[in-house]
């Protein structure tokens, strides 16, 4: 996640996968050209099979993988907006600034060969499990997400002195 806007009354993270949507793409483009050259050798099978193969893997990537999250820390209305754009649509939650208790870390262990990575998660009420909400579907390595983690706890812990 990135940090936007970051002043006393508002913080504005998003996060917008474009490194994935590229990728995805020059995949997609890659596969498209292979079967357009089967089909030009004369190999009308294979490359409705490339097709097949292409769309049953892509669409299903573009459709799942590809989402824009953006959450919004209001003070000066009292509340959190997260807004999270997929190709399935749109979906706007908001709560209370008082039910966000910390900001937290999720780490996936990564085995001996790979580094566990992260995404950043909102304690809603409560300290339980259940009350642990990832803003990302995502896990990324590096240590930004833990500097946006401790962004946001310094943030609210603003709201005391400033309140």
């Given at each position: 996640?990135?940090?936007?806007?970051?002043?006393?009354?508002?913080?504005?993270?998003?996060?917008?996968?474009?490194?994935?949507?590229?990728?995805?793409?020059?995949?997609?483009?890659?596969?498209?050209?292979?079967?357009?050259?089967?089909?030009?050798?004369?190999?009308?099978?294979?490359?409705?099979?490339?097709?097949?193969?292409?769309?049953?893997?892509?669409?299903?990537?573009?459709?799942?993988?590809?989402?824009?999250?953006?959450?919004?820390?209001?003070?000066?209305?009292?509340?959190?907006?997260?807004?999270?754009?997929?190709?399935?649509?749109?979906?706007?939650?908001?709560?209370?600034?008082?039910?966000?208790?910390?900001?937290?870390?999720?780490?996936?262990?990564?085995?001996?060969?790979t580094a566990?990575?992260?995404?950043?998660?909102?304690?809603?009420?409560?300290?339980?499990?259940?009350?642990?909400?990832?803003?990302?579907?995502?896990?990324?390595?590096?240590?930004?997400?833990?500097?946006?983690?401790?962004?946001?706890?310094?943030?609210l812990d603003?709201?005391?002195?400033?309140?």
């Open positions: 996640m990135k940090i936007l806007i970051d002043t006393p009354d508002r913080l504005v993270l998003e996060h917008r996968p474009i490194l994935l949507g590229l990728a995805l793409t020059a995949l997609t483009l890659i596969l498209v050209f292979a079967a357009l050259s089967n089909y030009a050798d004369g190999y009308a099978a294979r490359g409705h099979f490339v097709l097949f193969l292409t769309a049953a893997l892509m669409g299903p990537a573009f459709w799942f993988a590809i989402e824009r999250v953006q959450v919004t820390f209001d003070r000066s209305a009292g509340i959190v907006t997260w807004r999270t754009r997929r190709f399935s649509g749109e979906r706007v939650t908001t709560h209370a600034l008082g039910e966000v208790t910390r900001a937290m870390l999720q780490t996936r262990k990564g085995n001996h060969d566990d990575s992260h995404r950043v998660a909102l304690v809603l009420g409560a300290e339980r499990l259940e009350n642990r909400h990832g803003l990302t579907r995502s896990y990324r390595s590096g240590p930004h997400a833990e500097k946006v983690v401790q962004r946001i706890n310094a943030w603003s709201r005391s002195t400033t309140a």
